[in-house]
């Protein structure tokens, strides 16, 4: 199974920055996603450090929600 997780641009120096969720860290390649439709702030679905796609804050903030759920029950 693959997981992407949505996470938040906190340094953007295409086509490489840094996203974080919960605190925690890592960096990203955006080459798959065009340079001038991101910015810091923004949230992406990230797959084995790359950014897929760009989402909402509201549909990151409820995957994370639903992840950290899944988690309790595991």
């Known amino acids: 199974m693959c997981l992407g997780i949505p996470m938040k641009i906190v340094e953007l120096h295409y086509p490489t920055g840094v996203c974080e969720v919960d605190g925690v860290r890592r ?25 897929i796609q760009k989402i909402s ?11 950290r759920e899944l988690l309790e029950h595991a």
């Open 27 to 51: 960096k990203v390649n955006f080459q798959l996603l065009p340079e001038d439709e991101l910015q810091p702030g923004d949230h992406v679905i990230v797959h084995v450090g790359f950014a």
């Open 57 to 67: 804050p509201e549909e990151a903030r409820e995957t994370v929600r639903l992840l």
